[in-house]
């Protein structure tokens, strides 16, 4: 577990210049007091609004990881991140978080998806990409092979266990590039502890199914 908490830590930042598309300049920052240690990222933008709103917003979950660790909820926690996608409008972030308690069996961990537009610094709601009425549509579209459903432990495509059922349609969502969408569900929600976190992935095709059958 130790290892696998560490790895959460590794901060990915992606701050290239492109000729004829602006990039934003992704640089970390880090805290490290004791057994806390957080590497998040600072968003920089032409838009100083839209730069604050970024930051005051990922440093919701900053601070929330701060707050376990010094109210004694955790003895250890981990934070990095992962910049999955960036073009002239939207930038995409994972933000993972694993804490460590005394006396238990394992840690636990977490996953962030954080999509923003670069021009205000808000978020970007999943319906602006794909539109999903309902958690059935979800499960069905896995079990007909319309959606691709991962865990992290394998990153491999395969099916909802028996046992489980999508719940609901969760905002927590990111985008890895090439059009695609993914869903994220935190470990226990569509699987065993030992799955991780699962994540449920729309193609282009996919989101065109999905808005065409909603009517979008």
Not at 13 to 18: C, N, S, Y
Not at 95 to 109: D, F, I, S, V
Not at 138 to 164: H, Q, V, W
Not at 178 to 188: D, E, R
Request: hydrophobic share 35%; with cysteine; glycine share 8%.
């Amino acid at each position: 577990m130790m290892g696998m908490l560490k790895k959460l830590c590794s901060a990915t930042v992606l701050g290239i210049m492109v000729a004829g598309v602006s990039y934003a300049s992704v640089v970390p920052e880090t805290i490290v007091e004791g057994k806390l240690r957080l590497t998040y990222p600072v968003v920089y933008t032409d838009n100083k609004v839209a730069q604050t709103a970024i930051f005051n917003n990922i440093w919701i979950y900053v601070l929330k990881a701060k707050e376990d660790y010094y109210n004694g909820i955790a003895y250890e926690v981990f934070q990095g991140y992962e910049v999955t996608y960036e073009d002239d409008q939207v930038i995409s972030i994972l933000l993972n978080t694993g804490e460590n308690y005394k006396g238990a069996a394992h840690g636990t961990y977490s996953t962030r998806g954080l999509v923003y537009d670069k021009n205000t610094g808000q978020r970007i709601p999943l319906y602006n990409y794909v539109r999903v009425a309902n958690a059935q549509q979800l499960e069905d579209g896995i079990n007909e092979d319309i959606l691709n459903f991962y865990t992290s432990a394998s990153k491999r495509k395969t099916y909802l266990p028996k046992y489980k059922h999508i719940m609901d349609v969760t905002d927590n969502y990111y985008l890895p590039g090439n059009g695609y969408v993914k869903l994220i569900y935190q470990p226990y929600v569509l699987g065993p502890f030992n799955d991780g976190v699962t994540f449920i992935e729309f193609s282009p095709e996919a989101i065109e199914y999905f808005n065409r059958m909603n009517n979008w």
